[in-house]
């Protein structure tokens, strides 16, 4: 079986989306392996535009299966709002794979990711504060909340919890401040 990968330089805006959707007329699968709704990808078919963030551009092609793979972290409710706008639009998601191990960017990463930047003052990075970095960082420490996790929500509760209460502690030792319930 042969592969086409496009890979970008990592600067945005390359049109690795437009590439993606012309060479998934013919793929079985298109995959997103990396990243986060931080960037989007913009798929204009006739006069239609789509902007999508987290779902491959595939999405289109209803003779590919469109995949999110594990280095993806994803944030549910973009990723839900996401679908429901193809659905509005007459686009069936409904194909869509997602990896079992794929992590979720919480809420509390996407606060956290501001109070770090804040932080920062003049060595900010220039964030998108939406919770990206923060959400691989658990992931890196292997403390992240995974998309499988969702599937007992007692369980899910719980890491929730712990997880709420980590964060709590290691930013009140750093900066002094609690900020999450």
């Not at 989306?17 to 995959?31: L, M, N, P």
């Not at 289109?60 to 706008?85: K, S």
């Not at 899910?156 to 999450?180: C, D, H, M, W």
Request: charged share 25%; proline share 4%; net charge neutral.
């Amino acid at each position: 079986m042969t592969a086409t990968v496009v890979l970008g330089a990592q600067w945005g805006d390359e049109g690795k989306g437009r590439v993606t959707d012309y060479f998934s007329e013919s793929a079985k699968f298109v995959v997103r392996y990396q990243g986060g709704n931080n960037a989007g990808h913009t798929i204009i078919i006739g006069k239609e535009k789509f902007a999508l963030s987290l779902i491959p551009s595939g999405v289109m092609n209803q003779g590919a299966t469109p995949v999110i793979g594990c280095g993806v972290v994803i944030d549910p409710a973009v990723l839900l709002a996401e679908m429901e706008m193809l659905r509005n639009r007459g686009v069936d998601p409904s194909r869509l794979l997602i990896d079992s191990t794929a992590h979720l960017i919480m809420p509390y990463h996407r606060s956290l990711d501001v109070i770090l930047e804040e932080q920062r003052g003049k060595e900010s990075l220039g964030t998108t504060k939406k919770g990206i970095g923060p959400a691989y960082q658990d992931k890196a420490e292997r403390s992240g909340i995974r998309v499988q996790d969702l599937l007992d929500p007692d369980h899910f509760r719980q890491l929730v919890a712990n997880r709420v209460a980590s964060k709590n502690q290691a930013l009140t030792a750093a900066y002094g401040i609690e900020p999450f319930d």
